[in-house]
């Protein structure tokens, strides 16, 4: 895979953004990021990942989303070579949309994502509702009732 190759071969994006790269709007890993990490983005592949899914299906499963944000979140996803879409030539008209091989290893990593906040979703309601303090601005990792040492 050449995708691997190349994350091997070069510094991260993680790293390059850590270090203070990567501030050029053009850079092509941003647009892909604020696609994939759009709330539609995360949901979609969090729902693609379990199987090939109707655009109705995916509506119906994505709450509150319009048909409109969909298309172009869906179209966005595609471009990126994420999202395949199969369209049949029936009347009505029928398509279904799954994962690339591409997409499963990005829906893995947002599954992964939405996993940890929903663990530690109790601590984060938690200091929505307390005033900060230096513990939660300076979290003891060593701590047992660190939420991130649970995990």
Do not use: N
């Amino acid at each position: 895979m050449a995708t691997q190759t190349k994350l091997i071969a070069s510094e991260s994006f993680s790293a390059q953004v850590r270090r203070g790269g990567l501030t050029s709007t053009e850079c092509p890993c941003r647009e892909m990021l604020k696609d994939v990490t759009s709330p539609w983005g995360v949901l979609l592949l969090i729902v693609l990942m379990g199987d090939v899914r109707r655009f109705s299906e995916l509506r119906r499963m994505v709450g509150g989303v319009s048909e409109k944000m969909l298309s172009q979140t869906l179209k966005r996803l595609e471009a990126h070579g994420l999202v395949h879409r199969k369209s049949y030539e029936t009347v009505p008209p029928h398509v279904e949309y799954s994962l690339t091989p591409l997409g499963r290893i990005v829906g893995e990593r947002v599954e992964a994502l939405a996993d940890c906040i929903d663990t530690i979703l109790p601590d984060i309601l938690d200091a929505r509702r307390s005033p900060p303090s230096p513990k939660h601005a300076y979290p003891d990792l060593a701590s047992t009732d660190d939420p991130v040492t649970r995990l």
